[in-house]
């Protein structure tokens, strides 16, 4: 059975950081990308981060580009996104995502407000 949880999501300030981890079991992680998409009220889910099998490969929104950081362990079976400068606009439930599955983490909310 294949799951994924994430976690590190909370209340920060702008121009705080925070960041978020995905931990996957079930599945031979190395082998599959992951991703990060996040999803606003209102809003439709968006992709935010991709991060290749072996992680030598990363896209970005352009909307967090020079902001965030994907990584991933795969010795750890998780995959990290690093979120600096956040903006009130980052605010939203953030959900890791094995590519090209309908494998999908409960989701962590980030609320980026002073």
């Known amino acids: 059975q294949v799951q994924l949880e994430e976690s590190g999501g909370g209340l920060v300030q702008p121009g705080g950081s925070l960041r978020l981890s995905c931990a996957a079991s079930g599945i031979m992680f190395r082998i599959v990308a992951m991703e990060w998409y996040r999803q606003a009220p209102g809003k439709q889910r968006e992709l935010v981060a991709f991060?290749?099998?072996?992680?030598?490969?990363?896209n970005y929104a352009d909307s967090v580009k020079g902001r965030f950081t994907i990584s991933r362990d795969n010795a750890k079976n998780t995959v990290y996104l690093q979120m600096n400068s956040l903006k009130p606009e980052d605010t939203a439930v953030y959900y890791c995502?094995?590519?090209?599955?309908?494998?999908w983490g409960q989701g962590t909310q980030v609320t980026v407000s002073s």
């Open positions: 995502h094995i590519y090209r599955t309908n494998y």
């Open positions: 991060i290749s099998s072996g992680g030598s490969s990363t």
